[in-house]
Every structure is written in C-alpha cells, then in structure tokens.
C-alpha cells in the first residue's frame, strides 16, 4: 500500500509532520498514522499559550482501535488549536494534511524544524 507523504513538510518518526508557513509550524499527523489507528473518534489538543517541548508529548488522538500520544516535531508556544477537531475527529482521517490538523506553533527554534526527517526519510521509515 503507498502513502501520501507530501514533499512540503518534515515528519518525525512518531508520524506527525510538521509544514513551515512563514515562521509558523502547522503541525498534524500523517496519512501512514491516520490509516494504522483506523476511524479517529477522539483528539486532545493541548491550549493556545501552552510551552511545548520538541518530542514531548502534547496531546491524544483515539481511534477505534487505539489511543496514541501526539509528539510536538519542534519546541514552541502554541498559537491555534484546529477547533473543529473537538466536533469533527474523523477528518483527521479524510484529510490529515489539511483540514485535519492540529496545531499551531511558534517556534522556539528554527534549527530544530531542519533536523526533521525529511519526506524520503520518512517514505523509507514507512515503507
């Protein structure tokens, strides 16, 4: 089975990516993480102000099959939490690179966006 795994973006090898748009990183999960947990029926974000540190946990996401710990890819404040998420889970799983993601960050620092796996690492982890 082939994945999606857009060119634009870094990931971790947890499964969450992390897509750079002008200083802010709009983080969420990857389709490779959607497909494995199954229908999505729950996401715990964490709140607009919270500290997070890079591979520290910040959230949950719950799926039928499973419950699993969201990894912030970067250190950083958060600016926006996808709200829709709250009433909505299951577009984590129809549109995981767009309208189902998370978060929003500031980043602490920028360096720590280039020691991301980048989209070919990521497909070899995958694959």
Do not use: C
Not at 31 to 55: I, M, N, S, T
Not at 118 to 125: C, I, K, V
């Amino acid at each position: 089975m082939s994945f999606d795994v857009p060119t634009d973006r870094r990931y971790l090898e947890s499964h969450e990516w992390a897509l750079d748009t002008d200083g802010t990183v709009r983080v969420g999960i990857s389709d490779f993480a959607q497909d494995e947990l199954g229908d999505v029926v729950f996401v715990e974000l964490p709140d607009e102000g919270d500290e997070l540190e890079r591979e520290a946990a910040f959230g949950v996401v719950e799926s039928i099959k499973a419950v699993s710990d969201l990894y912030a890819p970067v250190s950083g404040t958060v600016t926006a939490t996808n709200d829709r998420l709250v009433d909505e889970p299951e577009l984590v799983n129809e549109d995981p690179f767009g309208d189902g993601w998370m978060l929003e960050l500031d980043p602490a620092d920028d360096a720590e966006f280039d020691d991301l796996l980048s989209p070919e690492e990521y497909e070899n982890q995958i694959a």
